[in-house]
């Protein structure tokens, strides 16, 4: 770890006989003189600190609370694929945020990536329709099975978060944490994978390709 400057903000307790916000060794105060405390936060029983560390190197800011880091924001849940939209993106870095005050809003905000992805994919040509209506639009292209179940699991769980139903999100965290995993698994399959394929059948010599060209159209024409 880079050397860091630390300092301190804290609130004494009101309770004490010369109640006041520090920051390192000064006081400072809402809106008066030093030593100030406003009336309002008198009447309150609550005291905070919260310590600042400054790195050296890049200059950057960490916020620390009871010795956990609370900004930078921190999660244990999975980056967006690599592949990921960059408004999906967006969605889903939105849906790490909250997951720990509310997993319904997580799962919610998941389903709409899924919303926003389809209609992006390249190749399927799905328009823009109700997120049901498009799943099905794949299926007819006869996308694999695990992932029309890996769509519709984000879809009605996403749809739970939003109109509380059957499944109760809140007390099923682990099955929203694994829907940030799902669709990273989505970005794989319906993008990277197809683009990591399709770079290697491009770089096929052209008369290969059209020999499989011609080979998939006499098999056509004989159906």
């Known amino acids: 770890m880079c050397p860091q400057n630390w300092y301190s903000i804290e609130r004494q307790s009101p309770n004490l006989p010369d109640a006041r916000i ?10 008066g003189p030093r030593g100030y405390v406003p009336p309002k936060l008198l009447s309150t029983n609550w005291a905070w600190k919260l310590d ?9 800011y960490t916020i ?27 969605i889903y870095t939105e849906a790490t945020q909250v997951y720990k005050h509310s997993p319904r809003a997580a799962a919610a905000l998941l389903r ?21 209506t498009m799943i099905g639009e794949l299926v007819k292209q006869d996308i694999p099975q695990h992932v029309q179940q890996g ?33 990273n698994l989505m970005v794989d399959e319906l993008i990277t994978r197809k ?14 390709i059209k020999g499989i060209l011609n080979r998939d159209k006499v098999k056509e024409d004989s159906k």
């Open 22 to 31: 520090q920051f390192v060794s000064d006081t400072y105060d809402f809106n």
């Open 52 to 60: 600042i560390s400054i790195c050296h190197d890049c200059t950057n």
């Open 64 to 90: 620390w609370e009871n010795k956990k880091i609370i900004y930078p924001f921190e999660s244990e849940l999975p980056e967006a694929h690599g592949d990921m939209p960059e408004d999906v993106k967006g």
């Open 112 to 132: 709409l990536a899924i919303e926003i992805m389809i209609p992006q994919l390249e190749e399927y040509n799905i328009k823009k329709a109700k997120i049901n």
């Open 151 to 183: 769509l519709d699991a984000i879809r009605i769980y996403g749809n739970e978060g939003i109109h509380p139903g059957e499944i109760v999100i809140n007390d099923d965290q682990e099955t929203v944490q694994f829907l940030f995993e799902l669709i």
């Open 195 to 208: 683009k990591k394929i399709k770079s290697i059948y491009d770089k096929l010599p052209i008369d290969k």
